[in-house]
């Protein structure tokens, strides 16, 4: 038995507000046991929840010998784009078949009357899930360890950039031309729509965006919410990428705004202490890779020379900061009651703060 066994990711109870129509869902399920993808799919269904996740609600459904994982957007979404559970699924069925760590889709359901909203199910993959900024023994401990991880962390980013996308059957995902233009402008639409109180460094921020946007590079398959706990890990070598989650915002577009916001989610022990405090995932412990190492290693493994690197790594601190106030503004309008959210506002500050200093310092690492 792994000595991770008991940090393997798990599911329990759902969330008040969360719940599921399990009746429904349940002879829902049975209708299809036929298609051969839900075949074992006998007796009572039993609904759990993986509660950690911020954006698409995630649940573990176990019926007679199978386990799924279901997938729905989240309740009071007002984004449905950002959420198309249809659009995530077809993905996931071409994308599975040419990079392994795609987790392999079962089932989608477009009738919002099984559940009050689409859903799809895919297959349940085991594994460590690195959530927060504490890490797992001997992670915390082994400093050569979180140094492989980091490499293979940015190695596997790199290696979904180089994928031919065309012969995956992905070519009609997005468009690529006019990318980077299309988010500055549609990432701060979001933002004022999703406001619930001023925060000049983000307007500020915004601003800076726009009158600094570079020119086009290239398009690729893109991830669009790369960091650690969107990875599920070998529990016996936690350098080892078994799958990476959550692809509903995957598309074709500048691979280099990919990485930006994956530099935002890696906090290092040097950045202000509000962010250290809001850490994303277990990035600043001993060996890991600094935000500059980690594009060094990208442009490396990928090829590519990156080209005005602070403008994306802040617009990676944006995104994640809009993200952040869409989920704050559905707990202050009274969609969701998880405790959690209640003080994602200081999160957006900090954010903010974080690119202010960046743009001040004109690089991507405070050292």
């Not at 950039?161 to 500055?184: F, T």
């Not at 020379?305 to 944006?318: I, K, M, R």
């Amino acid at each position: 038995m792994s000595k991770f066994q008991l940090r393997l990711d798990q599911a329990g109870a759902v969330r008040k507000g969360e719940e599921l129509d399990v009746p429904r869902l349940e002879s829902y399920l049975i209708d299809h046991v036929d298609d051969g993808r839900l075949e074992g799919c006998r007796g009572s269904l039993n609904v759990q929840q993986f509660r950690s996740g911020f954006s698409n609600l995630t649940y573990l459904l176990k019926m007679g010998s199978r386990e799924f994982v279901l997938r729905r957007p989240p309740f009071g979404n007002q984004v449905k784009s950002a959420h198309d559970m249809g659009r995530e699924y077809n993905v996931l069925s071409k994308l599975c078949h040419v990079y392994q760590p795609a987790p392999r889709p079962m089932l989608y359901c477009s009738d919002e009357n099984i559940i009050g909203d689409e859903f799809y199910l895919m297959e349940r993959c085991h594994g460590v899930i690195l959530r927060g900024p504490i890490a797992p023994e001997p992670l915390a401990s082994d400093p050569q360890l979180a140094r492989r991880l980091g490499e293979s962390f940015i190695d596997n980013l790199a290696r979904l950039h180089r994928l031919d996308y065309e012969s995956a059957g992905l070519s009609d995902l997005g468009k690529p031309i006019g990318y980077v233009e299309r988010q500055v402008a549609g990432w701060t639409k979001r933002y004022v729509k999703a406001r619930t109180s001023n925060v000049p460094q983000i307007d500020q921020l915004a601003q800076w965006l726009a009158d600094n946007r570079p020119d086009e590079t290239r398009g690729t398959l893109i991830h669009n919410d790369y960091k650690y706990d969107n990875l599920i890990l070998d529990p016996d070598d936690l350098s080892h990428v078994v799958a990476v989650l959550d692809w509903e915002m995957s598309t074709l577009g500048d691979p280099w705004m990919d990485l930006g916001t994956t530099m935002a989610y890696w906090i290092e022990p040097t950045d202000g202490e509000s962010l250290r405090l809001r850490a994303f995932g277990p990035t600043m412990i001993r060996g890991s890779l600094s935000r500059r190492e980690l594009l060094d290693r990208y442009c490396e493994r990928s090829g590519w020379e990156v080209a005005n690197p602070l403008f994306y790594y802040c617009f990676g601190l944006f995104k994640v900061a809009v993200i952040v106030q869409q989920i704050f503004a559905r707990y202050v309008r009274g969609s969701t009651q998880d405790p959690r959210f209640a003080d994602l506002d200081d999160t957006v500050l900090a954010l903010g703060q974080a690119a202010r200093d960046a743009i001040s310092r004109g690089d991507v690492s405070v050292c």
